[in-house]
């Protein structure tokens, strides 16, 4: 295996690190070019010509069936958002968050969530909508992550800043959510 390869199933795959970057440099500057639009629509549909075009280039490199619902290649017990199925909507989502589109950031998020409900997305979500002064909805985006993982212990520290330092309302008081905090952590 040269050093610009690494091995990513274990046996099977191998990545050429150079070609992977260079198309993934190419597609993350047209991603970039889209948020820039503020085009949600255009942004979508540049967010899935680059996962199709990711995908098939990695295909192409390793010889095996690239995408995030491949058994094998990731285990799934360990993927983060950014490896599954519309973890290229999360991923892009967080992008424009960083460069501070959060509306487009919270339209990626949902785009995310329509095959992916994970807690880390809505987590996101929540942050982006807190940005946008919508803390009602950053508080439901906790609410529904909770929900999702009882344990994410993120949410609940959220939800309880949120009810806390901006007043919103909740039926659940924010000492019950810093209580929750505290007995799941791992402090």
């Known amino acids: 295996m040269s050093e610009n390869q690494s091995d990513i199933s274990g ?6 690190r150079e070609a992977y970057n260079e198309a993934a440099g190419k597609y993350s500057k047209e991603i970039i070019e889209a948020i820039e639009t503020n085009d949600r629509r255009a942004l979508v549909r540049t967010v899935k010509k680059y996962a199709r075009k990711i995908d098939s280039m990695l295909s192409s490199i390793t010889g095996v069936k690239w995408g995030p619902s491949v058994d094998g290649v990731i285990d799934i017990e360990d993927r983060s958002p950014e490896e599954e199925e519309g973890g290229e909507f999360y991923t892009v ?78 039926p659940t008081p924010a000492i019950e959510y810093i209580n929750n905090y505290l007995s799941k952590g791992d402090f």
């Open 93 to 170: 989502g967080n992008m424009c968050d960083r460069r501070e589109k959060y509306e487009l950031a919270v339209a990626m998020y949902e785009e995310a969530l329509r095959t992916f409900k994970h807690p880390s997305v809505l987590n996101n979500m929540a942050s982006s909508f807190k940005r946008l002064g919508e803390y009602g909805k950053a508080l439901e985006c906790c609410v529904q992550a909770l929900k999702l993982d009882p344990n994410y212990i993120v949410g609940y520290a959220r939800a309880a800043i949120l009810i806390e330092a901006y007043a919103v309302f909740s």
């Open 11 to 16: 046996e099977s795959a191998n990545i050429d």
